[in-house]
């Protein structure tokens, strides 16, 4: 295909944002989230346009890095363009009158949807000069080498699973990781989940602790400055929801963890259930406190699903995930829980439908990983899996400690979870 016959979208590049005009002339602003290069989102949208041209498109990219000519395919990939014959063609594209609509402004009043973007200033840019960045590759030759010429399909999903995952919400949604039986990957999952939320999503995340019986989501999270637990936040609870109230006042009564970004409300493991029952009321009135809070809240369960404030975890939850190892009695157990939700009432069942089992290696090439996977798919709504990584099985948990495979598959979960609020 000819550089003439080519759809050609343009770009103009001022740090993390850019200005994009599209191959019919509509003008719009993009702008990078935390973690993407402004570049890769120029592809990207550049990567619609081809797509729903059914032909590559032609991307004239400027800015304070220089002039660049790509050709961008419907599946992202790039590859070099040759650059036109003039610089009047770039100015306009497209620039006969044939098919154009007949402008209803008044005279000398240009319709917005129709203006191109500005020329770019001839001298560098002051501002955006991505200087915190690190040492890391920069601009167009930059993300060429991070990606070979093109985002690679592992990419393109890890990336538009994080885009899933740091959506919002109107309100409070809340995720209740539940199993019957115990050393399945409960606490483990809660943390996992509450990380990726809250670096992708930018914060306002909790993991809540509601076990009544060794809870321990505390031992493997990062402590705060404040010896503080759930029961002392059901204490204050009526004060947390005063109209006085302010932002920071919940943070004596959870524990921050300073690089993932979200919150613990804990459990003491030092007691005895009998001494730190959360009854219906008292859950519900600390649902209050979160809610109000916190945009999403992680329920790590207990293992009673007899107990009140399991059975107002579940009452409550928007979306339920089950963790479990790849072996058969874990595995087993979720199954039976979905089985007995199916039966609880209608509310319970629609959980368990649109569930995400979530199976654990808990050994290096465990025999029975994909057998477990395939009898759960088609029962719920995913199946995700989480290959062996020796950060997992004890110790802090932290998502920078995990392999890069690992810390996919949990980007992938989260994404899961995130579809069915």
Not at 125 to 143: E, P, V
Not at 339 to 368: C, F, H, Q, W, Y
Not at 384 to 413: C, H, M, Q, Y
Request: negative net charge; proline residues 6%.
């Amino acid at each position: 295909m000819s550089v003439e016959t080519t759809p050609r979208a343009h770009a103009t590049v001022a740090g993390a944002t850019a200005v994009f005009t599209t191959p019919d002339g509509l003008v719009e602003p993009l702008a990078a989230s935390p973690n993407d290069d402004i570049r890769q989102t120029i592809v990207q949208r550049a990567a619609t346009e081809a797509r729903r041209a059914g032909v590559p498109v032609q991307l004239i990219t400027t800015g304070d890095r220089g002039e660049h000519h790509l050709l961008i395919a419907a599946d992202g990939t790039i590859a070099a363009a040759a650059a036109p014959a003039s610089t009047e063609d770039l100015a306009d594209p497209g620039s006969s009158q044939e098919g154009r609509e007949v402008s209803t402004e008044a005279p000398g009043h240009e319709p917005l949807r129709n203006r191109r973007a500005p020329e770019p200033l001839s001298r560098p840019s002051f501002i955006g000069t991505d200087s915190a960045t690190g040492a890391k590759a920069m601009g167009w030759r930059g993300l060429f080498a991070r990606l070979g010429l093109g985002p690679s399909p592992t990419a393109l999903e890890r990336r538009a699973n994080e885009r899933e995952v740091s959506q919002q919400w109107p309100g409070c949604r809340a995720i209740a990781v539940a199993n019957g039986k115990g050393g399945v990957g409960k606490t483990m999952s809660t943390a996992m989940l509450a990380a990726v939320f809250g670096r992708y999503g930018g914060g306002n995340v909790l993991a809540w602790d509601n076990n009544d019986t060794r809870g321990t989501l505390g031992w493997r999270t990062e402590a705060g400055r404040y010896d503080t637990t759930i029961k002392d936040l059901l204490s204050a609870a009526p004060d947390l929801l005063a109209p006085s109230a302010g932002i920071s006042d919940i943070a004596r009564f959870v524990h921050h963890q300073s690089v993932d970004r979200y919150d613990v409300l804990r459990s003491n493991p030092e007691l005895l259930a009998v001494h730190q029952r959360i009854l219906t009321a008292e859950f519900d009135l600390l649902m209050r406190v979160a809610a109000r809070y916190y945009r999403v809240v992680i329920f790590d369960s207990g293992n009673d699903e007899s107990a009140e404030r399991w059975l107002r975890m579940v009452d409550s939850a928007d979306q339920l995930v089950l963790p479990t190892l790849a072996i058969p009695e874990s595995a087993e157990s979720a199954a039976l829980l979905l089985d007995a939700l199916r039966e609880r009432d209608e509310r319970s069942r629609g959980l368990a439908e649109n569930a995400v089992v979530v199976i654990t290696e808990a050994e290096p090439n465990p025999r029975d990983a994909a057998r477990i996977a395939d009898g759960f798919s088609g029962h719920v709504r995913a199946v995700e899996r989480i290959p062996f990584d020796p950060a997992l099985k004890s110790g802090p948990l932290r998502l920078d400690n995990l392999r890069g495979p690992t810390r996919d598959a949990w980007i992938r979960v989260a994404a899961a979870a995130a579809r069915g609020l």
